[in-house]
């Protein structure tokens, strides 16, 4: 199978790109290496998928669609997956013109492109933030998300509707993959689990917010990738009929479905698992809620179960334990 993959140096792109090589399959993959984190993490992974044979790459920003359709043309993926894009819920609270930019006009870059190139899916990355702050627990993707909190998830939802209308009017068929809180090895410095390591390792404070009386939905990377990867076979329907829990339209070849495990941690809980995986003792800053924050996610993963016969089930302890052991090994030392 021949996959195209946007932001295939980020985080999650390049598990899922280094999974899908080791199975054997042809991979191309788009990234603008731009400087929101570390680009020498990015250009990292992009050099261990090389390594690994099979995979392509073309270092462009996802608006220059003329430069990804030359790239992609003699390619032609059957599966698209789009990562792309800006992320970060606190960055959009400073630069909430990246996102629209990055988010909506890139992601209809992508969009235009999977128009002309008819792949036999597209899988687009979107987020838990669309849900804003939900009181219903779990979230499931059939609740009403027309209330989002930060530019970020604004620009999210946005491009969600958006491929709605593409896959409608061109019948492309789209799975809109609403990631929850993702970590793991190779994770993204801007992320919590990755600041409190690097600063409980060097004996910094680490901010707590909310005073600590924050719940996330953790999601371990590589069970994000399993997902992704089984879901690329789950190709939607047209379903007049739609309902049920499926989240399937009546009026195009469009699903969404949360990827996230139902097994909420609460954040003291997290900063004790990262004590114990690293064997020091966090200084602990208790502070206020940012805004834009919600103070609780959890992640109906009945669809996921139902569609893949399989939901995320990896445990934190093992998870950190995971990421703290990369963390060590790729930065070197204890710190």
Not at 144 to 154: F, G, K, M, R, S
Not at 291 to 306: I, K, M, N
């Amino acid at each position: 199978m021949r996959w195209l993959i946007t932001g295939s140096a980020g985080f999650i792109g390049y598990h899922v790109a280094a999974h899908l090589l080791n199975l054997g399959h042809e991979v191309a993959g788009v990234d603008g290496m731009t400087p929101y984190y570390d680009v020498s993490l990015k250009e990292k992974r992009h050099a261990l998928l090389r390594e690994a044979g099979r995979f392509t790459s073309l270092c462009a920003m996802i608006e220059s669609s003329e430069k990804i359709a030359a790239f992609t043309t003699n390619f032609a993926p059957e599966v698209v997956l789009h990562l792309a894009g800006q992320a970060g819920v606190r960055f959009s609270l400073v630069d909430p013109g990246a996102y629209v930019k990055g988010n909506v006009l890139g992601g209809y870059s992508v969009l235009e492109l999977c128009r002309a190139i008819r792949p036999k899916h597209v899988l687009i990355a979107s987020t838990s933030s669309v849900y804003g702050d939900s009181g219903d627990f779990p979230l499931v993707e059939t609740a009403q998300t027309d209330w989002p909190l930060t530019p970020y998830a604004a620009s999210k939802k946005a491009l969600e509707v958006v491929a709605h209308t593409y896959s409608h009017l061109w019948d492309l068929p789209i799975t809109i993959c609403r990631f929850f809180t993702v970590y793991g090895p190779w994770g993204r410095p801007d992320m919590a689990v990755f600041k409190f390591v690097t600063n409980i390792l060097s004996g910094l404070p680490i901010d707590v917010f909310n005073h600590g009386r924050v719940v996330r939905d953790y999601t371990y990377v590589d069970d994000v990738v399993r997902a992704v990867v089984a879901l690329s076979d789950v190709v939607p329907a047209v379903d007049r009929k739609a309902g049920g829990g499926d989240t399937l339209s009546a009026v195009a070849p469009y699903r969404i479905v949360n990827i996230g495990g139902n097994q909420p941690v609460g954040l003291l809980d997290l900063i004790s698992e990262i004590e114990r995986a690293t064997g020091r003792t966090a200084i602990r800053n208790y502070v206020s809620m940012q805004a834009g924050d919600v103070p609780r996610t959890e992640a109906s993963s009945e669809l996921l179960q139902t569609l893949i016969n399989y939901s995320p089930t990896t445990p934190i302890r093992a998870g950190i334990s995971e990421f703290v052991a990369w963390y060590k090994s790729y930065y070197g030392g204890s710190s």
